[in-house]
């Protein structure tokens, strides 16, 4: 048994991150702090009901702690937003939504640089612009940069040479790299593959696109009502009207830009708004002055946070997984730890990151606006989202009470689809909060198992699954990188089968080989494959088909299932229009094409005569004899 007296004791007095746990052996609580010892100390004291109802529940629920050391504040911080997001703990103030932002990028570092969408910031010496928080805006703007600046579209590397020209100048020609693309054609690339343009003159247009993006529109619109007008004179109607609509699309996308500044400086501005545990926070995005967009976020809070806490866990929770961070964060309320965070959002940039309380004028202003949004947008939704949240976080927390589990946050959701036997295939669906989350949907090809064996291929795919996530970790902690980011790193709270003993065993199993400890439930279904109950630790549980567990249940048994046939039927469909003419040695797909637009069908090519396939379109006599053999 835990002895409290004697490990609070030990504590020393340095930095780091201590862990609450409870009787299930859950996080319940992630903190910081400067001195362990003081601060952990300070939870069992007597005087705990003093520091508000949030900490006097916690502590009621404390089974044991834990402790990280660190050598510094600063390195307390950043461990304690890395493992909150990891453990999601019941007594932190959560972000819910877990979004990444696009961005434009452009590609500087080419010799022909490109305009592309990006969702997270490399460390490649590419330019980034953004975040933005519409991607059909991001879209939109990248479509007209490359209608505006003919920038290519492609994904070729092309390479310069120093080419020696008959004037006995030196001059950067690109390598020609295949043939010019459809944009060549239609007239909206000029052709940089060909080198039919030069590095000078590409990198000319790439720098306006660039000023474009800081926001200066105005030279742009100039610069094309002029080559309008000049069309216009010249009667050339077709180009005056590309101009127009060009002018006309500038001003859509300039058209988000609501609000200004006149200090053109990138800032964040913080506004929000709390009732009983929802709180939501707003922010609006300001890039060189202009607001270019905004978004708000929900915060599942605890009773007992304030405003303050609010910030500052939103602060701490946002910032950590967004590449971006502008030189100024607007907030409507002091922040604890104001320093400290500021020292920590600063350490990858090369600026300071200052945390500012406007108290006067238009920045005061701006932050008013801000928690009027907020306010405005939780009293509209209140309703929406009280159901919205019955309907996901709410069924997941039914289904931990029927379970008597904790914290679940990702589930994961198997199925296997075949027929007889034919191209099966295996799905992963993956529910995080409640909510599906279909980027991280995987398809499986089944490889080892022969034939109709659904247990068999459960196992193929459970144990490709986790044994390509183990080996993804390892990389990631060489790297030191967050599991977030992996295709397969990140694990599940809960698997959930579709089936009953049977597939909860044979996942099991594949977990106990790989030494992994992950609960494992089945969605049991009744004779008409309805659902009718969970399957857990060797116990049918039954559910009531009016909750919100149950609905939540029958929808991802539905989306697995969905899944899973789509792509067996996609497969099986390409199967289905194989040629025969495949399974002939030598025959690839040009000489299939080539022999069925010379002989316009398989029986014509079966009665042909050995001297006849000699003679058609692409053939040869090895080849042709191969077809008359495989036919007689």
């Known amino acids: ?48 009901k003093k520091r508000g109802p949030k900490i006097e529940s916690m502590v009621q629920k404390i089974s044991r702690f834990e402790y990280i ?46 305009i592309l969408f990006a969702r997270r910031m490399k460390k490649d010496k590419s330019k980034y612009f953004g975040p933005f928080t519409s991607s059909g805006a991001v879209k939109d703007t990248i479509d007209l940069l490359q209608k505006m600046y003919h920038i290519r579209n492609c994904n ?15 001059k950067q020609v690109p390598k020609i790299n295949g043939r ?15 080198g039919y343009i030069s590095k000078a003159d590409y990198r000319e247009n790439i720098n306006k696109a660039i000023k474009f993006l800081e926001g200066n529109y105005k030279d742009t619109i100039k610069e094309l009502e002029e080559k309008m007008m000049k069309a216009s004179e010249a009667l050339d109607f077709e180009k005056a009207m590309e101009c127009r609509d060009l002018i006309n699309s500038i001003n859509h996308v300039a058209g988000n830009q ?71 964060l607007f907030v409507p309320t002091e922040i ?65 009470e029927l379970l008597n589990l904790t914290n679940i946050h990702r589930m994961e959701a198997y199925d296997i689809s075949n027929t007889n036997g034919y191209e099966s295939v295996g799905s992963m669906i993956v529910y995080e909060d409640g909510k599906p ?17 659904d247990y068999g291929s459960l196992t193929e795919v459970l144990t490709r699954r986790f044994s390509h996530g183990l080996e993804e970790r390892e990389k990631m902690d060489e790297d030191g990188r967050d599991y977030e980011l992996g295709s397969f790193s990140k694990f599940p709270d809960i698997i959930m089968m579709d089936g009953g003993k049977g597939q909860v065993n044979v996942a099991l199993e594949v977990l106990d080989k790989l030494h992994l400890n992950i609960p494992v439930c089945g969605m049991v279904k009744d004779d008409n494959h309805r659902t009718r109950g969970l399957y857990y630790n060797n116990i049918e549980i039954p559910i009531d088909r009016n909750s919100e567990a149950f609905k939540l249940i029958t929808r991802i048994q539905d989306e697995a299932h969905r899944f899973a046939i789509e792509f067996h039927r996609s497969l099986r469909g ?49 080849i042709a004899k191969s077809v008359y053999d495989f036919f007689h």
């Open 574 to 622: 390409k199967k289905q229009v194989k040629s025969i003419l495949d399974d002939i040695p030598g025959v690839g797909p040009a000489r299939r094409k080539a022999l069925m637009q010379h002989f316009k069908s398989i029986d014509n090519i079966k009665e042909a005569s050995l001297e006849n396939l000699e003679q058609a379109p692409s053939m040869t006599k090895n």
């Open 258 to 328: 609501k609000i200004t500044t006149h200090q053109f400086e990138d800032r964040d501005i913080i506004g929000y708004a709390e009732e009983g545990n929802d709180a939501v926070v707003q922010v609006f995005f300001v890039r060189n002055g202009k607001l270019i967009g905004r978004e708000h976020f929900y915060m599942n809070t605890v009773p007992g946070d304030t405003g303050m806490d609010i910030v500052t866990n939103f602060i701490k929770q946002y910032y950590v997984g967004t590449p971006f961070i502008p030189r100024e």
């Open 180 to 194: 010019p693309c459809l944009y060549y054609h239609i007239g909206q690339c000029d052709g940089a593959c060909q």
């Open 1 to 48: 048994m835990f002895n409290f007296q004697e490990e609070l004791k030990k504590l020393p007095e340095t930095p780091g991150v201590y862990l609450m746990y409870d009787s299930h052996d859950d996080v319940i609580y992630v903190g910081k702090a400067v001195k362990l010892k003081r601060r952990v100390s300070s939870y069992f004291r007597k005087d705990v």
């Open 156 to 170: 070729k590397s092309i390479v310069t040479d120093d080419t020696l020209t008959a004037d006995g100048e030196h």
């Open 437 to 453: 989350k279909r980027n991280s949907y995987r398809r499986f090809k089944i490889k080892w198992i022969k034939g109709a064996d």
């Open 336 to 400: 604890e730890d104001e320093e400290l965070i500021s020292k920590w959002l600063s350490r990858n940039q090369n600026f300071t990151v200052k945390i500012v309380k406007p108290k006067k004028g238009q920045k005061e202003k701006l932050v008013e606006l801000a928690n009027k949004n907020a306010r405005n947008l939780l009293e509209q939704n209140k309703e929406k989202y009280r159901r919205e949240k019955q309907k996901t976080i709410g069924a997941v927390k039914e289904i931990e």
């Open 69 to 114: 050391l660190t050598d510094s504040e600063l390195e307390a911080l950043i461990l304690e937003c890395n493992l909150i997001k990891e453990y999601r703990p019941k007594y932190n103030t959560m972000l819910m939504d877990d979004k990444s932002y696009p961005y434009v990028q452009v590609t500087i570092n080419e010799d022909y640089p490109r």
